[in-house]
């Protein structure tokens, strides 16, 4: 499962386009050893960001 798909499941509102562009452009950057810098505009929903993306990786580094 990616990062998108689990968020797509998990998220309790539909994700935006940024949002998917975005976890489609950290999967990449995860993946591919790189950083990536991210600088959002406020309420724009980067907290839900930020807890699925550790709820995706902190669920694969248990398993």
Known sequence: MTLL?????VSPL???G??????QKYEES????KELT???GR???RTLMVDIINQFYG???GD
């Open 14 to 16: 539909p994700l935006m």
């Open 59 to 61: 669920k694969l580094d």
């Open 30 to 33: 995860k993946k591919n050893g």
């Open 18 to 23: 940024w949002q998917k562009e975005f976890l």
């Open 38 to 40: 991210f600088i959002p």
């Open 5 to 9: 798909e689990y968020a797509e499941k």
């Open 43 to 45: 309420n724009i929903g």
